[in-house]
């Protein structure tokens, strides 16, 4: 009977074997190092995409903020629009009440009175002014009392200066009736002429 030499074909095996196993260790290891790189990858792409709307949100918060702060601008403009039209409002109401107020200073001025200025406080009215004597001044009163848009005469202090012609000056307060004064007003000196003849023309009132 003839003998087979098996021990090269068994060594050849193992060595295929051993090949296989080594291909596919490498095969393997090939396969987690690309998995892992593609897992890396994905991941890369996701802290982008997050970034790029990180960024897009940052821009749109810097625009809503520039919004709100044009808002607040248009915001105050507003109050001070609103402002301004309730000053010129006021103006407007109190318009007609410094027209008659001036209307009765001039009808209720005796002759030999002036006044030397003249100030509007709400409803109150401070004249100040000369007179000849204390009783032009008392006349004054009477023709305030007397008036359809001034009342409440009150003369705070008057004060004789020299003698003879040099006069008296006075400061007097009077309440507005008929209209809500509002604001402060300061006239002019009254000219002592005009304001004498044309008193004395339409108040009617002598020395």
């Given at each position: 009977?003839?003998?087979?030499?098996?021990?090269?074909?068994?060594?050849?095996?193992?060595?295929?074997?051993?090949?296989?196993?080594?291909?596919?260790?490498?095969?393997?290891?090939?396969?987690?190092?690309?998995?892992?790189?593609?897992?890396?990858?994905?991941?890369?792409?996701?802290?982008?995409?997050?970034?790029?709307?990180?960024?897009?949100?940052?821009?749109?918060?810097?625009?809503?903020?520039?919004?709100?702060?044009?808002?607040?601008?248009?915001?105050?403009?507003?109050?001070?629009?609103?402002?301004?039209?309730?000053?010129?409002?006021?103006?407007?109401?109190?318009?007609?009440?410094?027209?008659?107020?001036?209307?009765?200073?001039?009808?209720?001025?005796?002759?030999?009175?002036?006044?030397?200025?003249?100030?509007?406080?709400?409803?109150?009215?401070?004249?100040?002014?000369?007179a000849q004597s204390q009783t032009r001044v008392s006349a004054l009163m009477r023709n305030i009392e007397a008036s359809e848009w001034l009342a409440e005469p009150a003369l705070e202090k008057v004060e004789t200066k020299g003698s003879g012609d040099s006069g008296a000056e006075f400061v007097m307060f009077a309440s507005q009736t008929g209209v809500a004064a509002e604001g402060v007003v300061v006239?002019?000196?009254?000219?002592?002429?005009?304001?004498?003849?044309?008193?004395?023309?339409?108040?009617?009132?002598?020395?």
């Open positions: 009977m003839p003998r087979i030499n098996l021990l090269p074909w068994r060594e050849a095996d193992r060595k295929r074997k051993r090949q296989e196993f080594l291909v596919g260790i490498g095969g393997a290891v090939a396969i987690a190092v690309l998995l892992g790189l593609f897992a890396k990858l994905q991941l890369q792409a996701s802290i982008d995409h997050q970034a790029g709307r990180n960024q897009l949100i940052k821009e749109q918060i810097t625009e809503v903020d520039k919004q709100i702060t044009e808002i607040l601008g248009l915001e105050a403009q507003k109050q001070r629009l609103v402002a301004r039209m309730e000053v010129i409002d006021q103006l407007q109401r109190s318009r007609p009440g410094g027209v008659h107020l001036f209307d009765q200073l001039v009808r209720t001025i005796p002759d030999g009175v002036y006044f030397t200025a003249i100030k509007q406080t709400g409803g109150k009215v401070q004249l100040n002014g000369v006239a002019a000196p009254t000219r002592k002429g005009t304001a004498s003849k044309r008193g004395k023309k339409e108040a009617g009132v002598g020395k």
